[in-house]
């Protein structure tokens, strides 16, 4: 993690109201798309979305699922969240803070987790132990949409910011994801370094 959890925070908290707006890009557009088509909830599953920001997943999701619980560090990000709910009138969304590695989800019976545009603050053995940590619920299917890399990354490129981001290869994910009991059913390329991946335990 290049900044604290702290730092994160409040960062996200300060641009919160002009969050929404600012995310105009085709590619975060179709991440959001395809976290929402792969993650597929039926009326009785219960969702973990991390890192849910402003909800877009959590929202998008939360017509189609029993609960989403959505979670996150910057109460900023959240409160939109929370006033775009009351605006959709969906009542099955409940924000609350949460960290990838402490997901405050005591007691849960988690169906399935997603996380979109939020991993890659994470360094990389942070991300490996909120895999373990998410896999430790025991969901039968992870999506996660991010910013990662396909190939060798190109610094010059709009979704890598050096500061503040860290991603990781698709392959790093993939190893720890697999080292989880995780089998990869889909690998979406959105851009050189912008993914989704499907993440699924069968038998469970
Ligand atoms: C770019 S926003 C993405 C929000 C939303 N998922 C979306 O798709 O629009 C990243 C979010 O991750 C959150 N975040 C960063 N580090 C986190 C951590 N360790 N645990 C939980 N959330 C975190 C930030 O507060 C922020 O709301």
């Known amino acids: 993690m290049k900044k604290t959890i702290e730092e994160h925070a409040n960062r996200f908290s300060e641009i919160a109201g002009d969050y929404d707006d600012s995310q105009d890009s085709d590619e975060y557009r179709a991440c959001v798309s395809l976290v929402v088509e792969h993650a597929d909830p039926s009326e009785e599953d219960t969702v973990l979305d991390l890192g849910t920001g402003t909800g877009a997943i959590a929202l998008a999701l939360a017509p189609d699922a029993d609960r989403v619980i959505a979670r996150d560090i910057s109460e900023g990000m959240m409160d939109e969240g929370q006033k775009k709910a009351a605006e959709q009138g969906i009542e099955n969304v409940e924000f609350g803070e949460g960290r990838f590695r402490e997901p405050n989800v005591e007691g849960e019976d988690i169906d399935i987790v997603v ?65 989880n009991g995780f089998s990869l ?16 335990r069968y038998g469970e």
Not at 136 to 149: A, I, N, S, T
């Open 115 to 179: 996380s979109n545009f939020a991993m890659h603050h994470l360094s990389e053995e942070e991300k490996r132990e909120a895999i373990e940590v998410i896999a430790g619920l025991g969901p039968r299917k992870f999506v996660l949409g991010d910013v990662m890399f396909f190939g060798t990354p190109d610094p010059e490129e709009p979704f890598y910011s050096p500061e503040v981001d860290d991603p990781s290869t698709v392959g790093h994910l993939a190893d720890v994801l697999t080292n």
């Open 185 to 200: 059913t889909a690998v979406e390329r959105v851009h050189e370094q912008v993914g989704v991946l499907v993440a699924e």
